[in-house]
């Protein structure tokens, strides 16, 4: 049998007297204002493109490099580049790849594979599978010459694909590169160029503030109403409560950033329930939008803010150096939430060896994964199983997969198994039996 086959608390206190319990001046706090902040508030604006890359004004930039190289070193230098091979979607792209192709005089790798000559076992590098609503290649091909597809300048065949040899052909490539969001994958508030993520994992004040700060942040500080709004917004799916970084010291409200205390919507503000502070995202003891006391080591979601451009790297994504063990040794540990690379990540493995990777969650929650970066042998897979003992997968991941996909376990536990083709170490030279992919876990 093939081996990547599987068969078929928030406790509230209220008092007599509520009246001793609001501490607010606020002028919003009992309008009947709505509570949607208005979309034009939040931005996602995007970052220049790399050095020496064209803006191709579709939220990605292109480069060609001229260096003559096979199709496993140009995928290396556009992973190094934080990109991959260029994918091919619409004529407009194709003439625009054309055209610099052309100008820099050579033809190109494009990122696609065809594991047999028919257009339907053709595959881009960024996963995209058959059907396509575009192709452009030349008369007989695909076809039984090689794998890989290249781009031909000239008179006859401009901008038209055909098949090659992926190992023997050293030819120039295209790389594109996703433009960066300043804010990454947080919301950035256009008035102040501030950036915000809600999380919802269940953390201490302390706990809560060192992960903001782990992510270039502090818990997120509110100065006004429309902040306020906003970070309702963000945050009011799935979730009761969020901890904003207010929290009381020597008898004085301060923010874990350390700015102004200069806006007040606390619904209850009773140091009897906490010295922390938390904006409730439902109509209970208070309204929604307004804050609570609340105990500092409670458990509970959270929002981070960032300055805009934190964290930002505007030439790389992924360093040079590998990102994993290039081998699968012993088994690896992950707690929480994180980011799993394959082995010796970006490069490609090609040993025979499973890696087993265990993910961890606080009880009563289910671990979360998926692969926004996935490139499988089809004789490869990666199973997952709901707990370490299991001996049947739940679920099993293939070349198919597309990078959208959520998968989720039963329990706080998820082991999961990367299974290498078969006999891939004796195939070391052909980038056919290799794999590299990266799964992000929460």
């Known amino acids: 049998m093939h081996a990547c086959l599987i068969l078929p608390l928030f406790i509230t206190v209220v008092a007599e007297d509520y009246e001793y319990l609001l501490g607010t001046d606020d002028p919003h706090l009992y309008n009947d204002a709505p509570l949607d902040s208005s979309s034009e508030d939040v931005s996602h604006s995007l970052a220049p493109c790399p050095t020496n890359y064209l803006d191709g004004d579709d939220g990605k930039c292109y480069k060609v490099y001229t260096n003559h190289s096979n199709y496993v070193d140009a995928s290396h230098q556009c992973q190094r580049d934080g990109g991959k091979l260029v994918s091919v979607t619409s004529a407009k792209k194709n003439d625009m790849i054309a055209k610099m192709a052309r100008d820099a005089g050579v033809i190109v790798w494009l990122g696609m594979k065809c594991i047999k000559p028919h257009v339907e076992y053709c595959a881009w590098d960024d996963s995209s599978r058959a059907p396509y609503a575009y192709t452009n290649f030349f008369r007989g091909n695909p076809n039984s010459i090689g794998e890989c597809v290249l781009m031909m300048i000239g008179e006859i065949a401009n901008g038209k694909w055909v098949s090659a040899d992926c190992d023997y052909i050293r030819i120039g490539f295209v790389c594109q590169v996703t433009r960066k969001k300043y804010c990454g994958d947080y919301d950035e508030y256009k008035k102040g160029g501030t950036c915000y993520k809600a999380f919802n994992l269940h953390l201490s004040q302390e706990e809560a503030e060192q992960y903001c700060q782990q992510d270039c942040g502090h818990l997120a500080s509110v100065h006004n109403f429309e902040e306020n709004q906003l970070l309702y917004e963000m945050a009011k799916n799935n979730m009761s409560y969020a901890r904003i ?120 929650q289910r671990v979360r994964v998926h692969f926004p970066y996935l490139n499988l042998h089809p004789d490869s897979c990666i199973k997952l199983y709901n707990s ?33 083709p078969p006999n891939a170490q004796q195939q070391w030279y052909n980038v056919d039996y290799s794999s590299s992919w990266k799964a992000e876990f929460s």
């Open 245 to 364: 970084g207010l929290r009381t010291v020597n008898n004085e409200l301060s923010w874990g950033d350390n700015s102004t205390f200069d806006y007040n919507n606390f619904g209850v503000n009773n140091t009897a329930l906490g010295d922390c502070v938390a904006m409730s995202l439902k109509n209970e003891v208070i309204r929604a939008t307004q804050w609570i006391n609340v105990p500092c080591d409670q458990g509970l979601p959270f929002i981070c803010q960032r300055a805009r451009g934190a964290c930002y790297n505007t030439t790389s994504t992924l360093p040079s150096s590998t990102m994993a063990p290039n081998t699968c040794d012993e088994p690896q540990y992950f707690s929480q939430n994180g980011t799993i690379y394959s082995p010796g990540f970006p490069d490609m493995y090609y040993g025979d060896k499973s890696c087993y990777y265990i993910m961890t969650v606080s009880l009563g």
């Open 388 to 420: 370490v003992i299991d001996s049947l997968p739940s679920d099993s991941v293939t070349f198919l997969t597309p990078p959208t996909k959520y998968y989720e376990s039963s329990t706080n536990v998820m082991k999961m198994i990367f299974v290498p």
